[in-house]
């Protein structure tokens, strides 16, 4: 398998897309069940035995309730974004990154200002295990929905590898994050496509012969 090239695993990706659906259906129903809670009456008195009847005690305010059904809708969405991305991925099974004349070439499926970095604007380049990496794709996602779902995605990010890419991009920088179950081959294809990354970025150092 050429170590210069990344292809879109169609078994990682269509793991990942039942994840975040999973994610979605989580989020939009919670919603519901909110707006449910907000319409339904609640009973002004209450009859307690022998026939006494008593004003029901006010409910206790919920400081968080004016955010929680936004933040779910928008985790809902985000982890609908995710669900096509992944389902583009699985149902092209592409090229996802490639290392050409000394620049990454990423799928359009990344999202990125320019699917074209240069490998000298490469500043950061770090391969370990996905737990370590700076914050990624699922635990945003997952963390909008809820605590025990943010706890699963972290779990299993223990599980994997990855490579974070941090690179110029203007007067700006820009981030990637490339975990191995996305792609053929897993964390040693990963592996070994970092290592030529690795290698492009010492070939271009000031000072390199």
């Given at each position: 398998?050429?170590?210069?090239?990344?292809?879109?695993?169609?078994?990682?990706?269509?793991?990942?897309?039942?994840?975040?659906?999973?994610?979605?259906?989580?989020?939009?129903?919670?919603?519901?069940?909110?707006?449910?809670?907000?319409?339904?009456?609640?009973?002004?008195?209450?009859?307690?035995?022998?026939?006494?009847?008593?004003?029901?005690?006010a409910?206790?305010?919920?400081?968080?309730?004016?955010?929680?059904?936004?933040?779910?809708?928008?985790?809902?969405?985000?982890?609908?974004?995710?669900?096509?991305r992944?389902?583009?991925?699985?149902m092209?099974?592409?090229?996802?990154?490639?290392?050409?004349?000394?620049?990454l070439?990423?799928h359009?499926?990344?999202?990125?200002?320019?699917?074209?970095?240069?490998?000298?604007n490469?500043?950061?380049?770090?391969?370990?295990?996905?737990d370590?990496?700076?914050?990624?794709?699922?635990?945003?996602?997952?963390?909008?929905?809820s605590?025990?779902?943010?706890?699963?995605?972290?779990?299993?990010?223990?599980?994997?590898?990855?490579?974070?890419?941090?690179?110029?991009?203007?007067?700006?920088?820009?981030?990637?994050?490339l975990?191995?179950?996305?792609?053929?081959?897993?964390a040693?294809?990963?592996?070994?496509?970092?290592?030529?990354?690795?290698?492009?970025?010492?070939?271009?150092?000031?000072?390199?012969?």
């Amino acid at each position: 398998m050429n170590p210069s090239i990344l292809h879109f695993s169609r078994t990682g990706n269509a793991m990942k897309m039942l994840l975040f659906l999973g994610f979605a259906v989580l989020a939009f129903g919670l919603t519901y069940l909110l707006l449910e809670e907000r319409q339904a009456v609640a009973p002004l008195t209450q009859t307690l035995p022998g026939g006494l009847v008593l004003p029901m005690p006010a409910p206790r305010p919920d400081p968080f309730a004016p955010v929680k059904i936004p933040l779910l809708l928008a985790a809902g969405g985000i982890s609908l974004f995710y669900v096509w991305r992944h389902g583009v991925r699985l149902m092209t099974r592409q090229v996802a990154v490639t290392i050409a004349a000394g620049q990454l070439h990423f799928h359009p499926s990344y999202n990125m200002p320019s699917p074209i970095v240069p490998i000298t604007n490469v500043t950061e380049a770090i391969f370990d295990r996905a737990d370590r990496l700076p914050e990624g794709e699922w635990e945003t996602a997952a963390s909008a929905v809820s605590w025990s779902a943010n706890r699963s995605a972290r779990s299993g990010a223990i599980l994997r590898h990855g490579l974070y890419l941090r690179y110029r991009s203007g007067a700006s920088t820009g981030e990637v994050r490339l975990i191995d179950n996305d792609f053929d081959g897993g964390a040693e294809q990963l592996r070994r496509f970092a290592a030529q990354i690795e290698m492009w970025r010492r070939s271009r150092a000031p000072g390199h012969r």
